[in-house]
């Protein structure tokens, strides 16, 4: 299950970076999750919140932004960034000739306490 693998990486950031005085501020995580990841915003938030219970944080909030992945069209061999879910049709040429280069499937962009 992604969601948890996920989930447990944002738990070890929180644990990592958050002073324990500060764990029952309210915190946003700000994160990127790629469209090819097969988990959805909601899913990761739950897996999430199920893992921070069991922990000192009391106050943690997730903004999930979808992350960028890298296009290269095989017909007009433009090169650009995309972030949409669904990628069917290269966005200058409208070629169907793409390769993708999917990066990294989620990662913490940053952390902030209130
Ligand atoms: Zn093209």
Known sequence: ??????????????????????????????????????????????????????????DVRLEITPAEYGVRCGRCGREYREDKTFLSKCRFCSSDDLSVDKGLEFYIDYIEIF
């Open 1 to 58: 299950m992604h969601d948890a693998h996920f989930a447990r990486k944002i738990m070890l950031a929180l644990e990592d970076k958050i002073d324990e005085s500060d764990r029952s501020k309210a915190i946003v995580v700000h994160a990127k999750l790629s469209p090819f990841s097969h988990v959805t915003a909601e899913s990761l938030d739950r897996a999430l919140h199920v893992i921070l219970s069991e922990t000192d944080f009391k």
